[in-house]
């Protein structure tokens, strides 16, 4: 089965540097690739996804980057803000089988 | 994007009593459900699929006679946690996806607490 790793597991960054989160999974079938962030006592909130048939895509200052040969894709947020601290897990996703999360980044931004 | 709401939000039970929390799908029908638990400072364990108007696929080691999943429409899922002990303490959270595409919309999360 599908399996994510997701790094580092911890990330602080001063307010405006930019933060980079990668993930790795196993199965060449995965075609889904959704980013979500999660604030404290809340439930996961999509904020990006990208498909296999797409090398990167962008929404204002948040990015994600997919490299299929390797096997990996990465998170990018710009011009940090403190309401940007938050977890994020990334997953991957052959559709029609279910989600495999990565174990979390726990993202500070630093005022 | 698409909007999952899940209730209550917070609960607080005594041991040896039972606990409903509904999952909705408010603008779309969501013919699979699924539900999850979370550990503090972990990520997103499956617990469940649930699927409209047949019986639920449960991971391993998940108990089906404790963790009850009714999915009796295209908009609501229920999950009772029966008899409940101080160990089913935890954060539960559903999502529902979107038939086409398989994107994955999540609810805001219940806090149980059994006492």
Known sequence: GENVEQHPSTLSVQEGDSAVIKCTYSDSASNYFPWYKQELGKGPQLIIDIRSNVGEKKDQRIAVTLNKTAKHFSLHITETQPEDSAVYFCAAINYGQNFVFGPGTRLSVLP | ?115
């Not at chain 2, 607080?12 to 539900?35: H, N, P, Y």
């Not at chain 2, 959270?93 to 006492?115: D, E, K, M, N």
């Open chain 2, 1 to 115: 994007g698409a909007v999952v709401s899940q209730h209550p939000s917070r609960v607080i039970c005594k041991s040896g009593t039972s606990v409903k929390i509904e999952c909705r799908s408010l603008d779309f029908q969501a013919t699979t459900m699924f539900w999850y638990r979370q550990f503090p400072k972990q990520s997103l364990m499956l617990m469940a699929t649930s699927n409209e108007g047949s019986k639920a696929t449960y991971e391993q080691g998940v108990e089906k006679d404790k963790f009850l999943i009714n999915h009796a429409s295209l908009t609501l899922s229920t999950l009772t946690v029966t008899s409940a002990h101080p160990e089913d303490s935890s954060f539960y959270i559903c999502s529902a996806s979107i038939p086409s595409g398989g994107v994955a919309f999540f609810g805001q999360g219940t806090r149980l607490t059994v006492v």
